[in-house]
């Protein structure tokens, strides 16, 4: 009878590559509410079960909220419970998976519902943010016993991190409003008169101190030219202005105006302003913003609404990312020792060094050492050392003064600033001079730094975590890199292993992007076959992660008939041997033969490594070593030592 009971209910003739791609298709093109109702009408269809349910938790009054209940076959709606005395109690507080197989009614007899539906299993998952906090959980339940199935396990796991997912990226846009819904506030209130006209003159947009300022309404002002509340005089000027500010450098689009502006209200009173002017562009239409007051007062109006955009901005960021790829994938040994040690240095406010080719995912590092140390509550300030103009980057980095240098119209927060009681990111550290290199070992030593045109000091608590893919100690031997700087940033360095050395992560990463870009692109796509896989694990990836997830994009993009379309997006030209990749153009017999056998290509790969020890005098690892004339870790090294069998050659070979 038990056997015939867990036959009934185990999955049977489930194939696991048609429930994950119900849960793709079902959920590929929705998301907020609409996502939650199908993914759990297919969670509920997949492992066949009376009900499903997703949840937020609302700790203060210890209920959960129903985000989607499917129930029978139908949606129920409204659905809020409070958890004592329930299964779901137990998902919150131990915050782990809890499965009851049988006998619901007998142990959880103080709930009626339970026994007035009927319900015999329970399967129960919490949903947790990147901090672990509980945001909601996922639950089946059915009236038929539910055995510990590993298959049912394994597809409710997935089920489970997708509806986190969602629900953190729910979470972070309703962030985002309430952040756009402040900046709105500001603008309304603000004590400032703001007006916003276009790139033609019409008026746009006007705060209600602007219709005070010109006694007009808004709705009379709407649509009509800007002109009208300027004299003559001051009417070309303004024109000047416009022309001079679209002439400047995007990031220089702004100027103060300190003589003042001569205006006129709408019943014809004229006054004087002092004022600044502003260019911007969004969705390809430029417009400008006009901001009249009394200089002090404007300028922390205008601080207030800027710090407001850049929180707006670094939310919309996350948002974007964790719509695309927001978390480490993989299971390779090489990767675990990584994250070893990311687990170990992120509780720590040590400086971290991380190392790696391009490509191999160094900021996504980053951004989990600040996610598990105790700074994750303050923010992530990213700098792309290469990316920022010479003369712009002490700037950048520090800030500078109202009138500093040329285009300087108000004084500006450096991302050290922004970064304080949080974390900086320097991407691409080996970038920076050596006169910056010097003020930013400052910083390190001594926790202050002075804006550009201050000689006031500031002080700052930042945790400093520093990347590059080039090797900053043959940088600090050629003059390039300070030797102090380097020691500094070189507390806790972590080695981030290129993707041809966890080549067991490729097929995981593949398909997690894939299934980023159908949920983007709004495609159906069949899972990797087995051919496909072979393929990516048989490709070398000269540009590691992110080149496999341009790959990826592409083939979804070129996809036919539901299937990903490797022939286009897949480059040609790295062949993978056993101990690395080599050029396809300088492979052994290439202007002859098409194809390799396998002992060509591991007599190829000896001889080569043969050549290599020769010329390093039989040493492996170290500088000037094999390893590092062959570019492979030095471990990889040995292992293809001992499976070719290469002893060391005797005097005079």
């Not at 450096?414 to 990111?425: N, P």
């Not at 400093?464 to 890199?481: E, S, W």
Request: with cysteine; aromatic share 6%.
């Amino acid at each position: 009878m038990t056997e015939q009971i867990q036959s009934d209910i185990s999955l049977s003739g489930l194939d696991e590559d048609v429930a994950l791609r119900r849960l793709l298709e079902g959920t590929a093109s929705e998301t907020g509410e609409g996502f939650f109702a199908a993914l759990v009408e297919n969670l509920a269809k997949v492992l066949k079960t009376d009900g499903a349910w997703v949840t937020e938790y609302l700790p203060e009054f210890r209920r959960l909220r129903a985000l989607a209940f499917w129930m029978d076959g139908e949606r129920i709606n409204d659905y809020e419970v409070d958890i004592t005395g329930t299964p779901c109690e137990r998902v919150i507080d131990s915050a782990r998976l809890v499965h009851f197989p049988d006998r619901l009614i007998q142990l959880f007899p103080d709930r009626p519902e339970i026994k007035e539906s009927g319900l015999t299993s329970y399967m129960g998952m919490p949903l947790l943010d990147n901090d672990q906090k509980i945001l909601g959980h996922l639950a089946v339940v059915d009236r038929r016993p539910m055995p510990p199935e590993p298959r049912l396990l394994a597809l409710f796991r997935i089920f489970a991190a997708r509806a986190a997912a969602e629900l953190r990226r729910a979470r972070i846009q309703g962030q985002v409003r309430e952040r756009e819904e402040k900046l709105r506030g500001l603008f309304e209130s603000a004590m400032d008169a703001i007006v916003e006209f276009a790139a033609n003159g019409d008026v746009t947009r006007m705060n209600p101190s602007a219709e005070k300022a010109f006694h007009c309404r808004a709705g009379d002002a709407l649509g009509k030219s800007i002109e009208r509340f300027f004299v003559d005089q001051s009417r070309q000027r303004l024109k000047r202005l416009v022309d001079e500010i679209a002439r400047r450098r995007s990031e220089a689009r702004s100027l103060w105006i300190p003589a003042g502006l001569q205006l006129v209200t709408a019943d014809g009173e004229e006054f004087t302003a002092e004022a600044t002017l502003s260019r911007g562009e969004t969705q390809g239409a430029v417009f400008y913003t006009l901001i009249l007051r009394d200089i002090n007062e404007r300028l922390e109006a205008e601080q207030k609404i800027h710090s407001l955009k850049a929180e707006t901005e670094y939310l919309r960021e996350t948002i974007s990312s964790l719509g695309g790829f927001d978390h480490i994938v993989g299971q390779s040994t090489a990767l675990k020792a990584v994250l070893d040690d990311v687990a170990q240095v992120a509780v720590t406010d040590s400086t971290v060094l991380i190392l790696g080719e391009t490509g191999t995912g160094k900021e996504l590092i980053a951004r989990t050492i600040h996610k598990q140390s105790r700074r994750a509550n303050r923010p992530l300030i990213t700098i792309n050392c290469a990316a920022i103009p010479a003369a712009l980057v002490e700037s950048e980095f520090f800030g500078h003064e109202r009138g500093a240098f040329t285009g300087a119209t108000q004084r500006r927060e450096g991302r050290f600033a922004l970064a304080d009681q949080g974390t900086i990111f320097l991407d691409e550290i080996g970038e920076l001079s050596l006169d910056l290199q010097a003020k930013l070992l400052r910083v390190l030593q001594e926790g202050e730094f002075a804006p550009v045109g201050s000689s006031q000091p500031h002080k700052v608590d930042v945790r400093v975590i520093a990347a590059t893919n080039r090797r900053l100690d043959q940088a600090v031997q050629q003059g390039k890199f300070r030797n102090d700087l380097y020691y500094r940033l070189n507390v806790f360095p972590i080695q981030v292993p290129p993707l041809r050395e966890r080549r067991e992560d490729i097929v995981p990463l593949a398909t997690a992007f894939a299934e980023t870009f159908t949920q983007r692109m709004r495609r159906r796509i069949e899972p990797l076959s087995k051919e496909c896989q072979q393929r990516l694990m048989d490709y070398g990836w000269p540009g590691n992660v992110r080149e496999l997830q341009n790959v990826i994009e592409r083939a979804v993009i070129t996809s036919c008939d539901g299937r990903l379309n490797l022939d286009k997006a897949l480059p040609e030209g790295n062949v993978r041997t056993g101990g690395g990749t080599i050029p396809a153009s300088s492979s052994p017999q290439s202007s002859s033969k098409a194809i390799l056998q396998v002992q060509e290509l591991e007599q190829f790969e000896r001889a080569n490594i043969l050549r290599a020890l020769k010329a390093t005098g039989w040493r492996v690892a170290g500088r000037s070593g094999a390893a590092e004339l062959l570019g492979i870790h030095p471990s990889t090294l040995n292992s293809r030592i001992r499976a070719l069998d290469i002893q060391k050659l005797k005097t005079g070979d």
